[in-house]
């Protein structure tokens, strides 16, 4: 099979390492970026013949179609504004099209394309990352342990294994992404009915074992993504909250709260400002990047099995891979991709069309497609 990547950052260098050292189906790959001197370091860094680097502009729906033209499947690590017209891209092409999401309204146009899909014959599946992505097909997988099942509580997080001052947290991907999941509002199940919480709310504190200090999580924007309305009148409860070290969520809402991430303009010695643009840049120039990482991620399923209460938990701890130089954030977000990427172009999933994945990827063969990565789910009953 042939692969395409969109996107030689973190995550397309990430995505292009999992389709060489870990997948032997894979024939040829294809990394393309708006930068060819990206795209060709990809290559070079990837280390194998078998990647070949092109220039592409994504933003341009003509030389996006052009690029897909060819191959089993299409790996977008851009940016989640370019997906809607990507998808439309893949389904006139007929390649199979999944992306690392980032945008409620963005999937919606997505999935709206669904008939479309069908009718090409091939899957279109947003937000395939970590979360949204891994962590929805893990629901799925969970769910499937319970007669009935009651609540999901999912909780995820990326941290620097040494956490510096102020905010105890490094950059892993866009600044902005950042900034949208800590503005904008959650959408959870709360009594049966699908609610919107705001943000950096509902703090508590947990505990990971390998973890000496406990942390805490709070609400964030996007990581339920398509979840709530999957399992709507299935469920009574479900959230999702982000991880950080103890202290991070007050710390940055104040900033929020003082109007930094604003995105109204505002005049400054007769110039134009955004306070969102300027703090961003902020953030870029002095929280650091790069270094080495944890991904945490827990969910947790309580409901009845065999007429009996039970709570189960699914615990990741992953790390920087000391051997490949990937980092956990690059593990647990492009390697998903790639599995599931993958499993599209095989015709290993359960519908066609543009399709949620808890919906489309059988849990079972995903997990088993994790291990073999040594991305570990420590199962347990709580």
Known sequence: MKILVLGAGRMGYGAAFDLVHNSPDV???????????????????????????????????????????????????????????????????????????????????????DAKAKAAGINIIPDCGLAPGMVSVLAMH?????????????????????????????LVFSVEGLINEYIETARVIRSGEIKEVESMTELEILSFKEFAEPLEAFQTSGGTSTLPDTFLGKVKELDY??????????????????????????????????PRRVFADLLEKHLPADGPDYVLVRLEFVGTKDGKANRLRYDIVDKQDESTGLSAMMRTTAFPASIIAQMMAKGDVLEKGATPQEKAIHPDRFVAELERRNISISICEV
């Not at 499937?144 to 609540?151: G, H, I, S, T």
């Not at 991880?243 to 110039?271: N, P, Q, T, W």
Request: hydrophobic letters at 35%; a negative charge.
């Open 142 to 170: 969970g769910a499937a342990k319970f007669d009935q099942l009651d609540e999901l509580h999912i909780r995820v997080g990326g941290l620097p294994q040494d956490p510096q001052p102020p905010l105890g947290y490094q």
């Open 27 to 113: 024939e040829r790959i294809t990394v393309a970026d708006f930068d060819l001197k990206k795209a060709e370091d990809v290559a070079s860094r990837v280390g194998t013949d078998r990647v070949e680097a092109r220039q592409v502009d994504t933003g341009n729906y003509a030389d996006s179609v052009e690029m897909m033209r060819g191959h089993d499947a299409v790996i977008s690590c851009v940016n989640y504004w370019y997906n809607e017209h990507l998808s439309r891209a893949a389904i006139e092409t007929k390649a199979n099209f999944c992306d690392l999401g980032g945008n409620n309204y963005v999937v919606d146009k997505q999935l709206a394309l």
């Open 241 to 274: 909250k982000t991880i950080r070290y103890a202290g991070h969520c007050d710390k940055f809402k104040a900033m929020i709260d003082l109007g930094l991430c604003s995105s109204d303009e505002m005049v400054h010695e007769k110039r134009k400002i955004t």
